[in-house]
């Protein structure tokens, strides 16, 4: 069955800190990745996803993961963090049409 | 130019009370999807609608889960004889095309629901 694994749950920096989140998924197959947020008090938005191309794939906010096939992961990042970008981060993968699988959830928070 | 919206915002009933959740998606998207959301256990897929039709159900809970959608638009979720693990955000999004894992997912506010 599919799963994605979000291995942090709670993540502390200040601002200007470099972000890694990592994600991991299990599925043998082709699979569709994305990244949404949730910003407090908001609702959930996509933020990036990849389907096919170059790996690397750039989202809003200067946000950007890459897909490593070998590895099953797709992981974010983001080189300077700020403040704003505290909130709560999902994985979620797909690989058919149908229902898409979310991570547990990382959340971010910044110091500012 | 609405978006995703969801009925009521918060919802606090007695346990063994039955509760229905309403969710409008954005004009036009034929697929609909629940999911709850519980402190600390990220999003869990419920169901999904493609027009008015459930091709998987296989994320809801128990049979007191059931959901619909009508003229494939609205959809109920509704929840009989509640129980305090039933307590969570239910969220509802929706995309609009039929390939639905090519389709960027619009989510609504969602609803808060406490059984007590």
């Known amino acids: 069955a599919q799963s994605v694994s979000q291995h942090n749950h709670h993540v502390i920096l200040s601002e200007a800190a470099s972000l890694e989140l990592g994600c991991n998924y299990s599925?043998?197959?082709?699979?569709?990745l994305f990244w949404y947020v949730q910003y407090p008090g908001q609702h959930l938005q996509l933020l990036l996803k990849y389907f096919s191309g170059d790996p690397l794939v750039k989202g809003i906010k200067g946000f950007e993961a890459e897909f490593i096939k070998s590895k099953f992961s797709f992981n974010l990042r983001k080189p300077s963090v700020q403040w704003s970008d505290t909130a709560e981060y999902f994985c979620?993968?797909?690989?058919?049409?149908?229902?898409?699988?979310f991570g547990s959830g990382t959340r971010l928070s910044i110091r500012p | 130019g609405a978006g995703v919206s969801q009925s009521p915002s918060n919802k606090v009933t007695e346990k063994g009370k039955d509760v229905e959740l309403r969710c409008d998606p954005i004009?036009?998207?034929?697929?609909l999807y629940w999911y709850r959301q519980s402190l600390g256990q990220g999003l869990e897929f419920l169901i999904y609608?493609?027009?008015?039709?459930?091709?998987?159900k296989s994320g809801l809970p128990s049979d007191r889960f059931s959901a619909e959608r009508t003229g494939g638009s609205v959809s109920t979720l509704t929840i009989q004889r509640t129980q305090q693990e039933d307590s969570a955000v239910y969220l509802c999004?929706?995309?609009?095309?039929?390939?639905?894992?090519?389709?960027?997912?619009?989510f609504g506010p969602g609803t808060r629901l406490t059984v007590l």
């Open positions: 979620a993968v797909t690989s058919s049409a149908s229902k898409i699988i």
């Open positions: 999004a929706s995309s609009p095309a039929i390939s639905v894992s090519y389709n960027e997912q619009f």
């Open positions: 599925y043998g197959g082709t699979v569709n």
């Open positions: 004009s036009g998207h034929t697929a």
């Open positions: 609608f493609q027009g008015n039709s459930a091709p998987d």
